[in-house]
């Protein structure tokens, strides 16, 4: 069976503390960190053993992972396994990029977000254009802020053109429609963004073909819903795979209202679902 396994484990430090940012914001200690490399390593083993089909995995960790050398490692790795079809991480591109040298770059990719106020531009710009040199796999994005909209200006002009830029709408904020707008102009996606989406008693992906997993290997359809579909580790899972309504009265986050099958966005974003990509221009 092919699988999509979106992992997120215990890491919650980050090296930005932005303040629009809704993740938990702390700093790890060392039995934290430990904790976290053990379950990342216990994750990618399983992935190497995975026989019933093809896989593709994204991390979505709370903190920044790629300023953990687990994380490098284990998108290194996966990426070199002939049954996983994509490896990709959501990450602030704060790291390095030299590690991405070792990787089978058809199957790694970078969801990356510029966080203005964290990091200077010039900074973030270059690691982009070092993505781009090497030939990585990636996309950039912003949240949806007024005081962000220069910037967003500006990467779009800087950025190569088929870079794709995508505009998260800024949680809990309304738009107007010229303010709609102006976002639009810059990713043409940001509709989908803007408003949540009703997806009570709606056929999803998640739950079926796409799943979500914590350090302790416990699956859930994804990251909002808290039902516990069994656990990785013992396989328990596998019996509860199948297609079921979302239970929710809304669905909000990118990550998972694009397994909705009441939108288009798997053909949107056909080959880079995981990675945020488009199929067409600029994808």
């Known amino acids: ?128 254009r070092e993505l781009s040199a090497r030939g990585v796999r990636f996309s950039v994005g912003i949240v949806g802020l007024a005081e962000h909209l220069e910037d967003a200006r500006r990467l779009r002009a800087e950025l190569p053109e088929e870079v794709y830029l995508w505009v998260n709408a800024a949680e809990g904020h309304t738009y107007s429609d010229e303010e709609a707008d102006r976002w639009t102009a810059l990713d043409p996606l940001f ?19 796409v799943v979500s997993v914590d350090g302790d290997g416990t699956v859930r359809r994804c990251h909002f819903v808290p039902a516990e579909l069994g656990n990785l580790y013992d396989g328990s899972y596998r019996a509860a795979l199948a297609p079921r309504p979302c239970p929710l009265t809304l669905c909000d986050c990118h990550i998972g209202y694009v397994h909705l099958e009441t939108l288009p966005l798997y053909d949107v974003f056909a080959g880079g679902v995981l990675e945020r990509i488009p199929a067409g221009p600029g994808g």
């Not at 430990?34 to 991390?59: C, N, P």
């Not at 997806?199 to 998640?206: I, K, Q």
Request: glycine share 6%; hydrophobic share 35%.
């Open 1 to 128: 069976m092919d699988l999509t396994v979106l992992y997120r484990g215990p890491l919650a430090s980050c090296d930005y503390d932005c303040p629009y940012c809704p993740f938990a914001k702390r700093r790890d200690s060392g039995e934290q960190l430990r904790a976290d490399r053990a379950a990342l390593a216990r994750f990618t083993e399983w992935v190497g053993a995975y026989e019933q089909g093809r896989l593709s995995v994204l991390f979505t960790p709370w903190g920044e992972g790629l300023v953990r050398s687990w994380y490098r490692r284990a998108l290194v790795e996966l990426s070199r396994l002939p049954h996983v079809e994509r490896v990709a991480i959501q990450t602030n591109l704060s790291c390095r990029t030299d590690w991405l040298a070792e990787a089978d770059l058809d199957r790694v990719a970078l969801w990356c977000t510029y966080h203005p106020g964290q990091t200077p531009y010039e900074r973030f710009l270059g690691k982009c």
């Open 191 to 209: 509709p989908y963004s803007r408003h949540p989406h009703r997806s009570a008693g709606l056929p999803c992906r998640t739950g079926e073909s």
